[in-house]
Nanobody
Framework: QVQLVESGGGLVQAGGSLRLSCAAS????????MGWFRQAPGKEREFVAA????????YYADSVKGRFTISRDYAKNTVYLQMNSLKPEETAVYYC????????????????WGQGTQVTVSS
């Protein structure tokens, strides 16, 4: 079992930045690939970014390439999502997930999920 707790969401103006954190506890953090997804009201949950077990390989949705960066800190059992140049249409609940596959851009590639953190981007 892995427990995931996201934090760092909030209200930001368009063009601004936020850094989301996801703290993991339970089974060995380094055993899992990690991902970030987001879900806007009335829409499907969509893939944002993923990082492999070593932290040396990352994968991004085309819509966030060059603006978002995923990273992980093994000492803190935490994965981060640095989000720059945010857009109003990126307002959503952002979820952290842990899984056995990389790269996994679909929900079924992940076994554990956090509760999400709200990100609101104002225009």
């Amino acid at each position: 079992q892995v427990q995931l707790v996201e934090s760092g969401g909030g209200l930001v103006q368009a063009g601004g930045s936020l850094r989301l954190s996801c703290a993991a506890s339970g089974r060995t953090f380094s055993s899992f690939a990690m991902g970030w997804f987001r879900q806007a009201p009335g829409k499907e949950r969509e893939f944002v970014a993923a990082i492999d077990w070593s932290g040396g390989n990352t994968y991004y949705a085309d819509s966030v390439k060059g603006r978002f960066t995923i990273s992980r800190d093994y000492a803190k059992n935490t994965v981060y999502l640095q989000m720059n140049s945010l857009k109003p249409e990126e307002t959503a609940v952002y979820y952290c997930a842990a899984g056995r596959f990389f790269p996994a851009a679909i929900k079924t590639g992940y076994d554990y999920w956090g509760q999400g953190t709200q990100v609101t981007v104002s225009s």
